[in-house]
Structures are given as C-alpha cells and as structure tokens.
Nanobody, 127 residues
Framework: QVQLVESGGGLVQAGDSLRLSCAAF????????MGWFRQAPGKEREFVAT????????NYADSVKGRFTISRDNRKNTVSLQMNSLKPEDTAVYYC????????????????????WGQGTQVTVSS
C-alpha cells in the first residue's frame, strides 16, 4: 500500500521561503513521476509542479514558475518543493502525489487523475 507523508508546512510572511518534503513508502519510488498540488479554501485542487521518475524533467504551473523548485532523491524516496518569494495567494493545503503508472511519458497533469495522494500540509502566507 502506497503511503505519502508530507511535512514542512507552516505560517510565514510574504517574501519568505519554505521547503516541503514528501516521504514515499510502499512503491518503487524511482519508477514513478511525482507531483505537488495545492488546494486553497473554496477552490479546486490545482497543479503546482511535477518531476519525472529520473528527476531529469520538471514542469511548473505558470503561477509558481521562477519561485518554486521541485526535486527528488531516489535514494531516500523523497520529493521536495522549495518555495521562495511566497505570496499570500500561495496559501493552501499542499499535497504530494504519485503517478500510478511506471515511467509514464510525457509528463502531464492528467497523469495524476488517479494518483496516490498524501494527507496534505498547510502553508499559510501572511501579507
């Protein structure tokens, strides 16, 4: 059974940085693309970033490009999201997701339609 455990959320001020981490259990981690999504109050869950199984390819939502960086460590079965220059509109619950198909290409947000999800971690950015 796949288990994804996010950590690193918190309350910060606009302009600050945070680093989220997601530890994955119960899957051959290096075979799966991973993603970060977020859901703000009253809004639908939205894509933030994704990274290929090797870590060689990444994609970002336009709203976070240049500020957020997704990375992974296949030795430690972790995926991280470095968030810089945070804005109040980044406030949301952030979720880690694992694609259920191995080595799927190309990367697409649609690949996460039936993903495995973590429980989420709250990020709050005050102005």
């Amino acid at each position: 059974q796949v288990q994804l455990v996010e950590s690193g959320g918190g309350l910060v001020q606009a302009g600050d940085s945070l680093r989220l981490s997601c530890a994955a259990f119960g899957l051959s981690f290096s075979r799966y693309s991973m993603g970060w999504f977020r859901q703000a109050p009253g809004k639908e869950r939205e894509f933030v970033a994704t990274i290929s199984w090797s870590g060689g390819v990444t994609n970002y939502a336009d709203s976070v490009k240049g500020r957020f960086t997704i990375s992974r460590d296949n030795r430690k079965n972790t995926v991280s999201l470095q968030m810089n220059s945070l804005k109040p509109e980044d406030t949301a619950v952030y979720y880690c997701a694992a694609d259920r198909l191995t080595h799927r290409w190309p990367l697409s947000t649609q690949n996460y339609a039936n993903a495995d999800w973590g429980q989420g971690t709250q990020v709050t950015v005050s102005s």
